[in-house]
Structures are given as C-alpha cells and as structure tokens.
C-alpha cells in the first residue's frame, strides 16, 4: 500500500512546477493577488486539478479565485454535490501535495 501511495505522490510532484502554467486553474491562480502565488505553486496546483476535474470542472473552479463568494454559492447549490465533492478531493489533494 505503501507503494502504490508513493508512487501517486510521485507522479502528481513530476507534474509539480515543470513550467508556465497550462490549465484554467493554474492561470486563475497566477493571475490572483493571494501572497505567494507563482508559477511553481500555481502549475502544481493545476497538476492536482488535472488528476481530479474535467476540464469543464477547472474552469468553474478557476471563477472561484476571483470571487470567493462564488464557491460558497456552489457549495450550497442544490445539484452541486457531485463536483462539490470532486472540488473538495481537488483542494485536499493540492494542499497535501503542493506545499
């Protein structure tokens, strides 16, 4: 088991600050005001949204770095449950990996 989660946490970090950012979350983070944002941190970001979102799911996350709000919206959306729980795999999985 020990290996298996190695070997994930391997090939998220391979994905880790490998150049300019390439996805609507990595682009939406570098673009932010939030302190530290920059190209390593916000292209591990996206690698972590790229193994847990579909592309139509990271540009609705991607609207939450400019409006806070909007995901507070989202997540007491009737309906929403299904990406909220994916969102919320994406952001465990981010923090866990990206720091």
Known sequence: MRIIISIIALSALAACGSGRPSGP???ACE????P???VAL???VQGAADATLSGS???RA???FD???RAQDTRQEDGSGAFWSRYKAFANRAEAICR
């Open 57 to 59: 799911e990271q540009r």
């Open 36 to 38: 530290g944002a920059n």
């Open 67 to 69: 409006d806070p709000q």
């Open 31 to 34: 673009a932010s005001d939030r």
């Open 42 to 44: 916000c292209s591990c």
């Open 25 to 27: 979350i990595s682009r």
């Open 62 to 64: 991607a609207k939450f």
